[in-house]
């Protein structure tokens, strides 16, 4: 742990915002167990990506500005996302390679910024989480936060502290067919990718399925349920943060908790 209290601003991004609400309050709940001192910017919006891969990067340039502004004075920025926290971390610098004022407070906001999971165990070093889970889940991997921001072990590492058994599908890490805008462009092979990953995550037997992406959990719970499966999606954050028993898994109606 880190010895003094830690002043945190908290990326909601979009997805969660309009939603699912509660993974911010998850993530919320977390860091302040961990000893951070957690604020939310009002001003902050989207993190670009979607105008990133889309290549406009006039508007990717444009919401840059204002997160800097929004989030350049916290000692870290934390993200309940893979991919989102990628974008800050990895691409956002770029933007600004022919400013070096802007690139320099680019960088050192980049350096600051952790996908949530990454932050509590590699940063805070938490070894429980305030929430618990006896039972059975299968973890999904996300592309961006695999692959951009190394996250793998954390979130395994936190659900085992918090008594939940993780049994691995086949192929954890392939990507599940959302990927942003490629979802929409190529729908067809989007949908291939989706059922292969609803039968990786069926096999398991797990009658959970989590991640950390709402995009992911957004698509897989979507074919999930189109396949008829009774597999319930969460966020990770949720089940670690203990708000499971009131709020119903992604996809389902309000009144059929968990």
């Not at 929004?70 to 610098?93: E, I, K, N, Q």
């Not at 805008?181 to 399925?209: E, H, Q, W």
Request: with cysteine; net charge negative.
């Amino acid at each position: 742990m880190l010895q003094s209290r830690p002043r945190v601003g908290l990326f909601v991004t979009c997805l969660v915002d309009l939603y699912r609400p509660t993974v911010g309050f998850a993530a919320i709940r977390l860091l302040e167990a961990a000893g951070c001192q957690v604020e939310v910017p009002r001003a902050q919006t989207c993190c670009g990506q979607p105008a990133y891969n889309s290549g406009d990067r006039a508007t990717t340039t444009d919401l840059a500005h204002g997160i800097l502004d929004a989030f350049g004075g916290f000692d870290y920025v934390v993200v309940p996302s893979g991919s989102c926290g990628g974008m800050l971390r990895t691409h956002m610098p770029h933007l600004f390679d022919d400013d070096p004022n802007l690139r320099a407070r680019a960088d050192a906001l980049a350096a600051r910024t952790f996908e949530l999971t990454s932050f509590l165990t590699d940063v805070l070093g938490m070894e429980r989480p305030p929430g618990g889970w006896s039972g059975e889940v299968t973890y999904h991997d996300s592309c961006a936060g695999l692959r951009e921001l190394g996250v793998h072990d954390q979130p395994r590492r936190l659900l085992a502290a918090a008594g939940a058994t993780v049994r691995e599908m086949t192929d954890p890490d392939v990507c599940c067919g959302f990927g942003g805008t490629f979802c929409v462009k190529y729908p067809d092979i989007s949908v291939r990718m989706a059922s292969d990953k609803a039968a990786n995550v069926t096999a398991t037997g797990a009658p959970l399925l989590l991640a950390g992406d709402m995009g992911c959990l957004l698509n897989m719970a979507g074919r999930l349920q189109r396949l008829g499966s009774h597999v319930q999606v969460r966020h990770v954050a949720e089940v670690l943060a203990g708000l499971t028993g009131d709020v119903p898994a992604i996809g389902e109606a309000a009144g059929k908790a968990a």
